[in-house]
C-alpha cells in the first residue's frame, strides 16, 4: 500500500474493506458462462413456462450484478517471500509499505462473521463456479490473474439497504466506497517492509509513524534490495 493508505490504516486502527464494484476486474462477482446451463437446469423442473424462466435467469443475473455493491474484500498475498510484480502494481513510487502478517493472526483479529479464505484461479471458459453462495463468485479468479495468489477476507452487507419489512431493497446502491473494519493491529502485523529502492529518510519516517501508533514491530527494508553475492 501507499504511504497515504498506510497512515490511515493506523489512524483508524482498523483494515479497510473496499466495495467489490471498486476492484479494476470487471469480472469480480461473476461467473464462467458453463455456469448459464446449470442455471437453466435448475429451472426445467419447476414446471415453469418460459417466459418465467428467462424472468428468473435474469432476475438471478441482476442479482449477482448488484450484490458487486454489497460483497466488500479486504486482500493479502500469500508467498513466502515477497513479489517484485506486486509492489510494481500496487505501489507507484517507493513511498510504499507492506505488512506482513499470517492467516491465523488475521483470523483471530476480524469477527466470526468475517468469511476469510483463498482464492481459486480457474478457466471461466471452460470450469464451473457453485451456486447458492454470494461469496463464492468473489472467492474465484481468472487464471490471468494467479500471480495474485489472493487470500480475501468477506463482509457481506446488505442492513443498510433492507426495506421497513426487513426486505434487501435491490435498487438502492451504496454512495460510500467501503468500510473501516476495526482491527487489533498490534496483534496483526508481524513486521512492515518498505518498498524497494526507498530512501533512508522513508524508512525512518514509517518506523516512527509505526512507534508513535504503538506499533514496535521491526520496519525491515523490501528484500529486493538485498546485496547480490557475485
Not at 493506523?10 to 448459464?36: I, K, T, W
Not at 457481506?156 to 426495506?163: A, P, Q
Not at 434487501?168 to 496483534?187: A, R
Amino acid at each position: 500500500m501507499d504511504f497515504t493508505k498506510f497512515v490511515a490504516t493506523v489512524e483508524h486502527a482498523s483494515l479497510f474493506f473496499p466495495r467489490c464494484r471498486q476492484f479494476d476486474d470487471p469480472f469480480e462477482g461473476s461467473f464462467p458462462r458453463a455456469n448459464a446451463p446449470i442455471r437453466q437446469d435448475s429451472l426445467v423442473d419447476l414446471k415453469l413456462t418460459l417466459d418465467q424462466i428467462t424472468d428468473r435467469l435474469k432476475n438471478r443475473s441482476a442479482f449477482y450484478k448488484w450484490n458487486r455493491h454489497w460483497v466488500l474484500a479486504n486482500c493479502w498475498h500469500m508467498g513466502p517471500c515477497e513479489s517484485a510484480a506486486l509492489w510494481r502494481l500496487y505501489s507507484k513510487t517507493t513511498d510504499a509499505v507492506c505488512i506482513v502478517s499470517t492467516y491465523q493472526r488475521l483470523r483471530d483479529c476480524l469477527p466470526v462473521d468475517v468469511r476469510i479464505g483463498e482464492v481459486s484461479y480457474i478457466d471461466y471458459d471452460n470450469e464451473t463456479v457453485e451456486e447458492g453462495n454470494v461469496n463464492f463468485p468473489f472467492m474465484h479468479k481468472r487464471l490471468s490473474f494467479k500471480h495474485e495468489r489472493e487470500l480475501r477476507a468477506l463482509i457481506w452487507d446488505t442492513n443498510w439497504c433492507k426495506t421497513p419489512e426487513g426486505r434487501i431493497d435491490t435498487e438502492y446502491i451504496p454512495s460510500d466506497l467501503g468500510q473501516w473494519m476495526p482491527c487489533d493491529l498490534v496483534k496483526l502485523v508481524e513486521c512492515i517492509r518498505v518498498a524497494p529502492q526507498s530512501l533512508d529518510w522513508f524508512h525512518d519516517l514509517v518506523r516512527r509513524v509505526a512507534t508513535h501508533y504503538g506499533l514496535t514491530v521491526e520496519v525491515r527494508r523490501s528484500s529486493l534490495d538485498d546485496a547480490p553475492f557475485f
